[in-house]
């Protein structure tokens, strides 16, 4: 990161040590004040959490850790953690397998590829809620296309989202219908920024294309995958648009996610005190899980700035203790822009 | 670089499965066109043959007999958008820059902090907030909407405009100086024209998504500040439920920000990485 202290810029125009020193907190506090002012509704949001504060209850009274125990203690939260990691983790993989596959076949840069190239973020652009109802549309067997396709197909017997096992496949579905071109382009940038020579190397020594791509190509690709991977199973952990705007939820509980539950506790029923302690639990288990990938992926990045021609540009690593949540450090392409 | 070519029959494979892939990509959005284009009497019959009209969209701007809020929630979009991305602006490129080209105490802690509302579960806020906001006659409200949106707009444009200042070297800046130049001259003629393409695709960037947002307007507001997103869902919930209506909206709503994504292709990995990953 280029960084240089401020005394270190010989200056024109003779202005006091002290404003000098002061210059960056002066160009800083309008954001640290519009963090505070965010800050401190979530700060009355966790005083929520243990009192008993309901639309019904606008006098509450103190409950200690009641709403923890009783939270914690409950099928409910238990079910909505399994469906929202379950969620995560099949979105996040079908996004990645599928976003990577697509790079790939993007790189030959054929016509065909070229074309289609220019219409690969079309759905990346589309409002979540909208994508969620354009699909609630097309899976509608009386109005939609996927139940004459899958007849064609010789596949009957399709009703919609109406199983709890269809209902979560299709908010997968759209998801990755949704997300993969984001893969894909970060996929993208990082294939043509790769060095040629080591694959030059290995054609020379005859390696044959799946060997090349397991030991060479995705090796050095995965640092630029991985910011893509980290971004999206960060954000499938908060997932509310396509899930209530394609299922609501349902049918009955199957595909209440966390932030789904919360939404009905907090908003519907107007257990304020309730929906709260829900997202907290959520917030807690958000952060240290971006925590650790966070570190991982900074070691990632040290690990690709040792063998990678390009210059890497980064920012200091977050001391110990500072919220984490960033890429470590900037992927520094070799500037083929 | 370049991967060792396969045989003719693996290009053809390729070519397959690429088409394969944006058959599923674009079906979706070719679907939703040609709902948008039925008649009445058309939307749940024959697939792709039948004659277009323009009727749903003339009845969802309400040029026709009736009267329709639509055009409203559109003003509502705008102006919030609009809103929270000149908000973020005016707050966002000093901090940026003082992020960039300084070390000061607290400013890992800042960067990280607005990062983290990037990653924060949005009800973690809109719990109290919607309280607060009750008490405060802010709900319902464009200000209260502005506000809330910084929580989408802001992380993006203090970390992608940082990632742009970085990239200029401070010889730049010292040798403006060295010039005569004050510190708010250096940075006003010389580092600000510099960056303008990036503060632009900022701009844009932060307005589409602060437009395609929902959880916000969706819990927030109610009918004054509503936006297009949340009734696009409302036009859904009807008890007549007119889909080529609904698809007429949806198109309509996707529209802006498929527009100017065409502005910021070339922006599009770095912003989208928050500035992780520059192409």
């Not at chain 1, 914690?72 to 079910?79: A, I, N, V, Y």
């Not at chain 1, 908003?267 to 570190?295: C, D, E, H, K, Q």
């Not at chain 2, 749940?44 to 409203?72: E, H, I, K």
Request: one cysteine or more; charged letters at 10%; proline letters at 6%.
């Amino acid at each position: 990161m280029a960084t240089t202290g401020a005394a270190a810029v010989p200056s024109g125009t003779v202005t006091p040590r002290w404003r000098r020193r002061l210059r960056p907190y002066l160009l800083a506090t309008p954001a640290v004040l519009l963090c505070v002012g965010i800050l401190y509704p979530f700060f009355v949001g966790v005083a929520y959490t243990v009192y008993n504060f309901s639309d019904a209850n606008r006098e509450p009274s103190f409950v200690g850790l009641a709403n923890f125990t009783d939270i914690l203690g409950s099928d409910t939260l238990w079910h909505s953690a399994r469906v929202t990691v379950a969620f995560a983790v099949a979105a996040t993989t079908v996004e990645t397998v599928l976003g990577v596959g697509v790079a790939l076949l993007l790189q030959r840069s054929t016509l065909l590829g070229r074309l289609l190239e220019r219409l690969l973020i079309v759905p990346l652009m589309v409002a979540p809620i909208i994508a969620a109802i354009m699909w609630k549309l097309i899976l509608l067997p009386e109005v939609g296309w996927v139940r004459p396709i899958l007849a064609a197909v010789g596949v009957h017997g399709y009703r919609g989202t109406d199983g709890a096992g269809a209902a979560f496949f299709w908010s997968v579905v759209v998801d990755a219908w949704l997300y993969t071109p984001f893969v894909a382009i970060l996929a993208l940038a990082g294939l043509r920024s790769l060095p040629n020579s080591p694959f030059e190397a290995a054609a020379v020594d005859g390696a044959n294309w799946w060997l090349t791509f397991r030991r060479l190509t995705l090796p050095m690709l995965w640092p630029y995958v991985l910011v893509a991977v980290i971004f999206r199973f960060m954000d499938c952990l908060k997932v509310f648009d396509i899930i209530y705007g394609l299922t609501a939820g349902g049918p009955g509980d199957a595909t209440t996610t966390l932030q789904i539950n919360a939404y009905l506790e907090a908003i519907t029923y107007a257990r304020y005190s309730r929906g709260m302690t829900f997202m907290l639990i959520l917030w807690v288990v958000v952060y240290a899980i971006s925590f650790v990938l966070v570190r991982y992926l900074g070691r990632v990045q040290n690990r690709a700035a040792g063998i990678s021609a390009g210059p890497t540009a980064g920012t200091p690593d977050a001391a110990p203790g500072a919220p984490a949540g960033a890429p470590a450090g900037a992927v520094a392409g070799s500037g083929a822009g | 670089m370049t991967m060792d070519r396969p045989g003719k029959a693996g290009g053809i494979l390729a070519d397959a499965a690429l088409l394969l892939y944006f058959a599923f990509s674009l079906a979706p959005v070719v679907f939703i066109v040609a709902l948008s284009l039925k008649s009445n009497a058309d939307q749940t019959s024959t697939y792709l043959r039948f004659a277009p009209t323009l009727a749903n969209y003339r009845t969802v701007l309400g040029l026709g007999a009736g009267d329709s809020p639509y055009l409203r929630f559109f003003v509502a979009s705008l102006v919030c958008s609009v809103g929270a991305v000149l908000v973020s602006l005016v707050i966002g490129i000093p901090a940026a820059y003082a992020a960039a080209r300084y070390r000061f105490r607290g400013s890992e802690s800042l960067l990280f902090t607005l990062l983290s509302f990037r990653f924060a579960p949005e009800l973690v806020v809109i719990i109290p907030l919607g309280v607060l906001y009750q008490q405060l006659g802010l709900y319902d409200s464009y200000v209260g909407m502005i506000w809330v949106l910084q929580l989408v707009t802001m992380p993006l444009v203090v970390w992608i405009l940082r990632s742009f200042f970085t990239d200029l070297p401070p010889e730049l800046e010292q040798a403006a100086l060295l010039d005569g130049y004050s510190r708010r001259q250096a940075f006003v003629r010389i580092v600000l024209p510099l960056v303008r393409p990036g503060v632009a695709a900022v701009c844009l960037l932060a307005f589409i998504f602060a437009w395609n947002n929902f959880i916000f307007p969706f819990t927030l507001t109610s009918s004054h500040a509503q936006t297009v997103t949340v009734s696009s869902l409302a036009f859904l919930g009807g008890n007549q439920v007119r889909f080529n209506l609904v698809a007429a909206g949806a198109v309509m709503a996707v529209l802006p920000p498929l527009v100017l994504a065409l502005f910021i292709q070339r922006y599009l990995v770095r912003g989208l990485s928050f500035g992780a990953v520059k192409s």
